[in-house]
């Protein structure tokens, strides 16, 4: 999504020596992610997503992350790690690779001035899993924490008191030091907190065809936007349309959309 918005973009991962592998690599290739630092990986397998959607768009999938379980902080601090953190405008950096490797990567960032987007899934929308956590202080010395929920596409998927519990979850990360919580809410829009208090960006409208690469969507559009320069705010809306697009269609890779697309729709939106 990053690349469809116009940015040069590099992936830090690695990949198996299998179909799987090879296939990613092209895949990236045509999407015009430079793949410089895409390791292979022998005697590992790359991983897969298996998910299946319902005649009413919703998904649920099964996750095996092959090679990337093996991603440590050696990739991250080689020198052209290190170059590319260095000269990028802004990095996403997402918690399923092993912590080791996220905490050198923010690190790195930190030393170079690199603007960080750390998105972070947790298990349960309430209060209760924040005093569960034992992240790793780095975590919460990002520009923006984006936190997701296992099974959550909307927050009316919670029902009553479910948007309460996640103001809870994203005042308590800044309590902890967080500079900005963003949670998105669907297709209500999303949640943006920070020090100057709480903001409710609002949604935009579109058929739910697949909610399939909504988080992808989202993430992506907001780490360009921020990237160039945006406060989070405007980053959040800029995403908020990249979702909405991506919900009113089949499919996730070939279905997220470009830059082009996320303008237009926001033209269309009343000041």
């Known amino acids: ?8 973009t590099y992936l830090l991962a690695r990949v198996g020596e299998d179909c799987f592998g090879e296939l990613i690599r092209q895949h990236l290739d045509r999407r015009r992610v430079l793949t410089d630092l895409v390791y292979l990986t022998q005697a590992m397998s790359t991983g897969v997503v298996v998910t299946v959607v319902d005649n009413q768009g919703e998904n649920c999938g099964c996750r095996s992350f092959g090679a990337n379980r093996i991603l440590g902080r050696d990739e991250i601090e080689y020198a052209a790690a290190e170059q590319q953190i260095g000269s990028a405008d802004a990095i996403l950096v997402d918690d399923t690779i092993p912590h080791p490797a996220v905490v050198a990567a923010i690190r790195s960032a930190q030393i170079h001035k690199t603007r960080v987007v750390l998105s972070a899934k947790l298990p349960h929308p309430n209060r209760e899993v924040v005093g569960a956590l034992d992240w790793p202080m780095e975590f919460y010395n990002t520009n923006i924490l984006v936190l997701s929920f296992e099974g959550i596409s909307c927050v009316s998927e919670l029902g009553a008191g479910g948007e309460g519990e996640l103001k809870f979850i994203g005042t308590e990360m800044i309590a902890r030091g967080a500079k900005c919580v963003v949670i998105s809410l669907g297709w209500r829009g999303a949640l943006v907190i920070d020090r100057q208090g709480l903001r409710h960006i609002e949604g935009i409208a ?6 399939n690469g909504c ?12 990237g160039t320069g945006d406060p989070p ?11 909405s697009i991506q919900r009113s269609r089949f499919g996730m890779q070939e279905s997220l959309p470009s830059k082009e697309e996320i303008v237009t729709v926001l033209q269309q939106q009343p000041d």
Do not use: K, N, W
């Open 1 to 8: 999504q990053v690349a469809l918005c116009g940015c040069e």
């Open 206 to 211: 579109s058929e739910i065809v697949d909610q």
């Open 215 to 226: 988080d992808s969507a989202f993430i992506g559009a907001m780490t360009a936007c921020f």
């Open 233 to 243: 705010d405007r980053a959040v809306r800029f995403a908020i349309a990249a979702e």
